[in-house]
């Protein structure tokens, strides 16, 4: 079955910009949650969902935001970019309420100018 | 979530077993170790995941010290492929999908 797929891969914004990116999970997984690779803070949680109900949060400013659709598939939207947000954001998809084994996509590599 | 302590870098000869240490002294009776991987420009990997037995399949061994202070993963006969940075994670099994990704340990194979 198709893995988990992150739209776009790369991407390029201005300063002071929002963005948008794309999750689409594992067909039937319910849980997705996103995460910022930099490194110098290596991989870092930003936030989970899970039937379309943000339930966790990371330590992340109120510019970085998510959401999640009856589908599963999830969107991040980070406004007022700054050059620190440059980084790999990667989403990953579970099939249950808790389960370990978290199936991660190829993320989307941002970078802000 | 208990604190891991992992070694910086690792190598392991092609072929040989790669024995990657975990340290988590502070670990709670409740919480589970899990591994993962990142392969470079990759998204992490699930590995293995155990909470006192030792738990083995078809990628890797997992051998939790009878204490559960430490762990030990076992790749049984690593390859080039298995270079890779290495992440051991402590936390409770019902904690949502949350994971909490320390520094890791680079595990260069080499032929």
């Known amino acids: 079955k198709a893995g988990v797929t992150q739209t776009p891969r790369y991407l390029i914004k201005t300063r002071g910009q929002q963005v948008t990116l794309s999750c689409s999970p594992i067909?039937?997984?319910?849980?997705v949650s996103w995460y910022q690779q930099t490194p110098g803070q290596g991989l870092q949680f930003l936030f989970e969902?899970?039937?379309?109900?943000?339930?966790n949060k990371g330590n992340f400013p109120g510019r970085f935001s998510g959401r999640q659709f009856s589908n599963s598939r999830s969107e991040m939207n980070v406004s007022t970019l700054e050059l620190g947000d440059s980084a790999l954001y990667l989403c990953?998809?579970?099939?249950?309420?808790?389960?370990?084994?978290?199936?991660f996509g190829q993320g989307t590599r941002l970078t802000v100018v | 979530d208990a604190k891991t302590t992992q070694p910086p870098s690792m190598d392991c000869a092609e072929g040989r077993a790669a024995n990657l240490p975990c340290n988590h002294s502070?670990?709670?009776?409740?919480?589970?170790v899990y591994w993962y991987r990142q392969i470079h420009s990759q998204g992490p990997q699930y590995i293995i995941h155990?909470?006192?037995n030792n738990e083995t399949n078809e990628m890797a061994s997992l051998i939790i010290t009878e204490d559960r202070k430490s762990s030990t993963l076992i790749l049984p006969h690593a390859t080039l492929r298995d270079t890779a940075v290495y992440y051991c994670?402590?936390?409770?099994?019902?904690?949502?999908?949350?994971?909490?990704f320390g520094a890791g340990t680079i595990l260069r194979v080499k032929s």
């Open positions: 155990g909470l006192k």
């Open positions: 067909s039937g997984h319910r849980s």
């Open positions: 502070t670990i709670s009776g409740n919480e589970y």
């Open positions: 990953a998809s579970s099939s249950r309420g808790s389960n370990p084994e978290a199936f």
């Open positions: 994670i402590v936390r409770p099994l019902d904690y949502g999908n949350k994971l909490v």
């Open positions: 969902y899970f039937s379309e109900t943000q339930r």
